[in-house]
């Protein structure tokens, strides 16, 4: 039984929010402004903070530092800002994710429970040898087994492979043609055009939010690259 | 620096100075004047000298008369004696002649000959020749018969003297033909002279006048350098007065007395004024001076010595005065300088500004067509003129040259003004609003058109700043508006969302439910494509250009778009180029981009055909085109397509809120690209053109 703290000025958001959380199971607490859930963070026990930017008398970006203080209970931002400078910021306050409105609540549920699990079961110490992690993402090698927060996600073997070397080399960016030669060993003839199917799929099944991915990078225009993984 | 110039002591010391020194100067000019007549050349070419030499000759030749006329009386024992006072009175002459001539008492030295030779009197010793103790020997006749009668071969001039029947005349030429002379003439010769240095043993006029010409040669330098110094202090001086006139201390700039108010024509009139009366005193000053001069050099009075520099103490004075005076308008006119109010407080200058703007002003009053005309028959006339009288005289000739060499000039003058002019009526035309035209020295007519080119300049730069200003604020705005809007949106999404999660037994209910969350979707979607829009469009993205390899992107965005285009049963035919294309673009932007081309694909293609993606490079340039047949008849003409809110059909039904072909265009031209549509009967395309990258 996890207790949430769900913090946003808009009460029917809350409410809604409440509603689904609830159903799924965890314990909610309200909160409808930044002095309040710091209030509700002292005097409970919290396990993770879904909390609006946008707050009057102290707005999340704040609450979010003051939080950090002393905790490191994750804390999910909601954002009406798209822009990415806003989630930089956020994320650099030390934010574990955000998520912009208007959102899908199945979404917001799956990014909840994402976090809950590594902050709870995941210490990140089990680490053996032929075991590649990034963020989430765990790849262990010898049982050809990729978990993300600790699911085990069934891939082709394309795929894996297509993984595998990204993986091995986080923040290196590798354009189709090098990934259809390392991946299918042999030399690129323009048909190129699959390994951008296969990695479309692979972010459908390693990212919450394909549209808009997290480790899985596109650089549009040169390759693809995952993101090093620093939390 | 300021301190200095405003220093009232360093004020009072210079003008104190600029006197003294004035003073000093003209003193020492003086004497040096003075000491030039007798330190230039030989003392003997002085006039001082020759004026001794004839007092003396004319002592001689009296001395001589006296002695033929006692040498007469004597022979004839006195009888034609008429008075003993006179008798008395030539002897005491002759002998008194006698003493002074006497070579002990004098540096003069003579011989009185007879005309065949006889040596009458000399003061010359035994073996002495007269050519040898003097330089120049001078020579005069004393003659009863007129000279004129005599032959020419020698040059004479008859001087004032006349004794009776005696006649004393000077004489230049040789010894020769004055001995043909006298041969058959009865005269006198006189031959004398000074030795070109007197002895020591004598005191006389003539080593009076040697002496003053030694000391005067001594002192002439050393005066003539003292002169000039103090006059080049007196310079300095009159600088610096005039470089601290006008500072006052405690004040900034240059403070006018109440005579600097004055007009400068009243202090010029003064000055003139005060330097005629000086000027008078000092020519009669100056007659004085030279006369006592004249009498000091030639020895005659040595009393004279306290009147010269007395006078030369006068002279001095008026100098200064006259040079106070005039550097006093010199300050006056310099302070006026300095505080740039001379033409203000002269009349002449007024006088011609007003004269020189009502001519202009008269001329400016002309319509610019009968200037011209005027101009042209002025020049045309003054032409014919010259060139006419040019045939007779070559200084018309030169004018004609001349002229026509100003009229090249002017025109040159008026044409590299008239190209600076079309500079910035162009610079204008190509969209720079900033650029301004210099007008400084301009003809007056260019002149007036520069200043109507740079206020509408300003004034279309302000109204476009204003409406740059107006767009940010509109997104601005429309970005708020959004940011508002999720608000609710959330709300609605999440509630739908929860209310397709009850159980609904009416099955119109579910169908409504399901209208909801269609439109939500489609709201949200709206107000994402919205903002997006709003900021393309108003260029406050930022944009991160850097080498993007088109073939690469295209396979991504395919890689993202195949398996929804094969939905729609759509078949993408793409040709690219052998090997990479490289441009320069931002990736997120451009993708955006395909994004939105390729989702109109979806959107609006016909099922069933073909998609064509085309990569061209070439002339520096990358062109991508997307070509599909459309679903509907597109009956609207490509540039309304762009804009927003405007879609193929016009129903509204589709998803898609209009805004994807605007969007796509504004995020490439930001990234220095164009963006076209062409619609051919049911064929759509459009092509995306960006500089390629080496």
Known sequence: MYNILICDDDKDIVSALDIYLTSEGYRTIKAYNGREALKAAEQNEIHLILMDIMMPELDGIRTTAKLREDSNVPIILLTAKSEDSDKILGLNIGADDYITKPFNPLEVIARVKSQLRRYTSLGGADRGPGLLTVGPISMDDSAKQVTVDGEPVALTPIEYNILKLLMSHPGQVFSSAQIYEQVWNDPAYGSENTVAVHIRHLREKIEINPADPRWLKVVWGLGYKMEKGSV | MARIQSSPVGKLLSWALLLVFTFAGVQMGLSAASSAILAVGDWQSTAAFSVLLQERRDQLAQYFIDSIDWDFLLANDFSYTQDEMDLMQLQDDIQTAETELSAEATAFRYQLRTSDGTVFKSNLGEDERLSQVVDQVYYSILSPQTLSDLDGSFQWSTS???????????????????????????????????????????????????????????????????????????????????????????QEGITLFWPEHAFVEIHLLTTLIVLFFLLWGGLQATDTYLSLLNAYYSAVSTSTATETSLMTYVISLLSTLAVGTVSLLLRTIAVRCKGHSFVKTSVICLVIRWLVLTIRDFILSIPLTWR???????????????????????????????????????????????????????????????????????????????????????GMASAVDEQMKSERFKAELITNVSHDLKTPLTSIINYVNLLKATRQDDPKALEYIEVLDRKSQRLKKLTEDLVEASKASTGVLSVNREKIGMAQLIDQALGEWTEKLEERKLTVVSNLPEGETWVYADGRHLWRVIDNLLSNCAKYAMEGTRVYLDLTRGKGQVSLSVKNISREALNIPPERLMERFVRGEESRTTEGSGLGLSIARSLTELQGGTFSLAVDGDLFKATVSLPQAN
């Open chain 2, 160 to 250: 004032s003297l006349e004794w009776g029947s005696l006649s004393l005349y000077d004489v230049w030429g040789g010894r020769g033909t004055l001995g043909t002379l006298t041969g058959s003439v009865p005269v006198y010769i006189l031959a004398y002279g000074v030795p070109s240095v007197p002895p020591e043993t004598i005191s006389d006029e003539f080593t009076a006048l040697y002496q003053n010409c030694s000391t005067a040669s001594a002192q002439f330098l050393p005066l003539i350098i003292g002169a000039s110094v103090c006059g080049i202090l007196a310079l300095i001086a009159l600088g610096y007065a005039l470089w601290t006139a006008g500072h006052k201390a405690g």
């Open chain 2, 372 to 458: 011209v005309i005027m101009a042209f028959l002025l020049y045309f006339f003054l032409n014919l003129v010259l060139f006419t009288q040019g045939q007779y005289n070559e200084l018309f000739t030169g004018l004609w040259l001349c002229l026509n060499f100003l009229v090249l000039l002017a025109l040159c003058w008026w044409t590299v003004n008239f190209r600076r002019l079309r500079k910035g009526s162009q610079a204008l035309a190509s969209g720079n609003l900033h650029h301004q035209i210099e007008t400084q020295r301009m003809p007056r007519d260019l002149k007036l058109y520069a200043e109507d080119l740079n206020n509408i300049s300003v």
